[in-house]
């Protein structure tokens, strides 16, 4: 129960709000029903379509697992194109790449259209600073695009897989098909695991690789928190096979995590070939994918939900 006189002051308060003095009703003033308000700013005037075709190059890590790109088409006019080919010409590849999924792009909206990566490009020219070209093909008439690249998309692969091809001459790199938990199977929650690097030399003389660090992934990460492992694996082309293990750990434990991240698997190396230091991405096959990605879902406490 309340103090008496507590409840006295709450008695006295609410009289002295419900009268005055002279008998008459207390009135609260009255709120204010004036509001401001500020005039919207008039809208910018629409700029009017250029009346050309614009392009640049893009590509999303689902993109760069399944080794495409894809030139995206700006069709800053105020008529519908529809594309009936799509080549995109750059001399750090072989051959021009021919476009996928054409479709049409309607007035001043864009399209991104899928190009397929060669295994093999043009590794004298891949230094070049270049701009590549979208030939588009459409309504019975032919045009010439400049595709703006501004994230280097085209240079980075052509620098990447020209690494990976003189790799290829020193060794085979690949990873384990199991990540080994040090429990075994069924993986506890919090677990730690191990996923194996192997590099097998070709036999040919005078070629040495040295793998310095591998890179951590959205789902992957060294036991020690940090964001790579500094295996420093040193192999010569013509000596013995040679394996590192690299003790892991899930790096974050929330399904966006899991969903979201298209590289999972894939893993960036720095490596130094003869000398000359370098990166290229070692992406897991089916199998040792799969065990990587049950292993971290395990060790999350993620696999009921």
Do not use: K
Not at 101 to 130: F, K, S, T
Not at 269 to 276: I, P
């Amino acid at each position: 129960m309340l103090a008496a006189g507590v409840v006295a002051a709450l008695v006295v308060a609410g009289l002295a709000g419900c009268s005055a003095d002279d008998g008459t009703a207390a009135r609260a003033p009255e709120p204010s029903t004036s509001i401001r308000t500020l005039s919207p700013l008039p809208a910018p005037p629409e700029e009017p379509p250029t009346g050309r075709l614009l392009a640049d190059m893009r590509q999303s890590s689902r993109d760069a697992a399944l080794g495409r790109i894809q030139v995206w088409v700006d069709n800053d006019t105020d008529r519908t194109v529809t594309p009936a080919r799509i080549t995109y010409r750059d001399p750090r590849l072989r051959e021009p790449l021919v476009a996928e999924r054409l479709r049409a792009a309607p007035a001043q909206a864009e399209r991104g259209y899928p190009l397929v990566l060669p295994d093999r490009p043009a590794c004298a020219a891949r230094d070049e600073q270049v701009t590549g070209t979208a030939v588009v093909q459409h309504g019975g008439r032919t045009e010439q695009v400049a595709v703006d690249d501004p994230t280097d998309v085209v240079g980075r692969f052509v620098r990447a897989r020209c690494l990976e091809l003189a790799v290829a001459q020193v060794a085979r790199l690949r990873w384990s098909a199991e990540v080994v938990a040090p429990g075994g199977v069924p993986v506890e929650v919090g677990d730690t695991a191990t996923l194996t690097l192997v590099a097998v030399p070709t036999g040919a003389p005078g070629h040495e690789l040295v793998v310095e660090t591998v890179g951590a992934t959205p789902i992957l990460s060294p036991v020690d928190g940090s964001s790579a492992w500094t295996p420093r694996l040193r192999v010569r082309s013509d000596g013995p096979r040679r394996e590192v293990r690299l003790p892991l750990r899930p790096t974050r434990c929330d399904t966006h995590a899991f969903v979201e991240s298209g590289g999972a698997t894939a893993l960036r190396l720095r490596v130094v070939l003869d000398g000359e230091p370098g990166e290229l991405v070692l992406r897991m096959g089916t199998a040792a994918a799969a065990a990587a990605i049950d292993f971290a879902v395990a060790s999350c406490g993620l696999g009921d939900t």
